[in-house]
């Protein structure tokens, strides 16, 4: 038997295994479908056994397909290890480092320090890509990405080591002459009572606020659903519903909305980095657990007194009840 495989070959078949799919995993690797396939049956053809399942919505590997993933990861992480130590003697040699993480930690706390890492380090692309915290850590777990950035307070898996990078808070913003525009904080459970402009329902974000009014006894009620909270910011001042936002965001309205400061705990939000302990990291990845420093130590907050609201939490729907 003779194995023929490169590494496009094998770089096909771990975007083909992450997708669960031969068109999403064609599409990841630049590859035309027919391409994908003829590669995946030539390799099925010279190991002389299937490595995967079809089915009508996807594939599933099997036992061989399992073994062929383990060592094509493998072979992938010493190919950066590689191109890390012969960086002094390739400039022009490229690596990607890749970087999953929630919604939160793409919106609010990424972008900044993203641009500044790549600007100190010109010869590492990152691939970011966006999901919900539980999933991110299996998937750095399993090695499928170097880097996560997760929400605080998930049990991690005991191969990954984690570090505290940042906090935020969310608020809620509401027109200037909203009835609640006064309030100097709101229960979340109040909140519920109005029309509100949310994200895209496959958002982390937006599944755990769904999450929080369904223990509340209620439902969000969504008047529309848009990509970006500057978005939503947007449409909330031209007095279309109330949203919960994240602070730093509200802080570039307050000339237009009012921030009120919800009065719930999880409304402090903590993000952590997460990466294996046990898998040594290629030279690039290890660079890249700077991003969380490029600007400055941990974040802050933004304190509360900053919004000084003359009246009580209590909205005027309350007090009709």
């Known amino acids: 038997m003779a194995e023929r495989f490169d590494l496009t070959d094998l770089r096909l078949f771990l975007h083909v295994a992450d997708a669960s799919n031969i068109t999403r995993g064609a599409l990841r690797a630049n590859m035309t479908l027919a391409s994908a396939s003829e590669r995946i049956r030539d390799m099925e053809i010279d190991l002389g056994t299937p490595l995967l399942v079809r089915k009508r919505r996807g594939v599933e590997l099997t036992a061989a397909g399992t073994a062929l993933l383990h060592h094509a990861r493998l072979v992938m992480q010493q190919l950066e290890h590689m191109r ?29 320090r993203l641009a500044r890492f790549l600007s ?17 850590v ?23 080591e984690t570090m505290p ?3 935020y808070r969310f608020v809620l913003v509401v027109p200037l002459r909203h009835e609640l525009a006064r309030c100097r904080k709101i229960p979340f459970r109040e909140v519920l009572d109005y029309d509100l402009v949310g994200l895209r329902a496959d958002t982390a974000w937006q599944d755990f606020l769904n999450e929080q009014a369904t223990r509340a006894g209620k439902r969000l009620k969504l008047r529309v659903r848009l990509d970006g909270f500057d978005s939503i910011c947007r449409v909330i001042e031209n007095r279309i519903g109330l949203a919960i936002v994240p602070e730093p965001v509200a802080r570039r309205w307050t000339r237009k909305l009012r921030i009120i400061p919800l ?33 400055s130590p941990r974040p802050k907050a933004c304190p509360l007194t900053a919004y000084r609201f003359p009246t009580d939490c209590r909205s005027p729907r309350a007090d009709m009840l």
């Not at 299996?138 to 005991?158: C, D, F, N, P, T």
């Not at 009065?263 to 294996?276: F, G, I, K, N, P």
Request: charged share 25%.
């Open 138 to 160: 299996r998937a750095v777990a399993a090695g499928k990405v170097e880097i996560g950035i997760v929400a605080e307070g998930l049990e991690a898996a005991a191969e990954l």
């Open 120 to 136: 100190a380090h010109p010869n590492i692309d990152v691939d970011l890509e966006e999901g919900r915290s539980r999933d991110i």
């Open 165 to 167: 990078v940042g906090e």
């Open 263 to 295: 009065d719930e705990v999880w409304a402090l939000r903590h993000l952590t980095l997460c990466v294996r302990k046990l898998a040594s990291p290629s030279p690039h990845a290890q660079k890249s657990r700077k991003i969380p420093g490029e600007i």
């Open 84 to 112: 890390g130590e012969l960086n002094d003697y390739a400039k022009g040699l490229r690596a990607q480092v890749h970087v999953r993480s929630n919604t939160m930690g793409i919106s609010v706390f990424l972008p900044a």
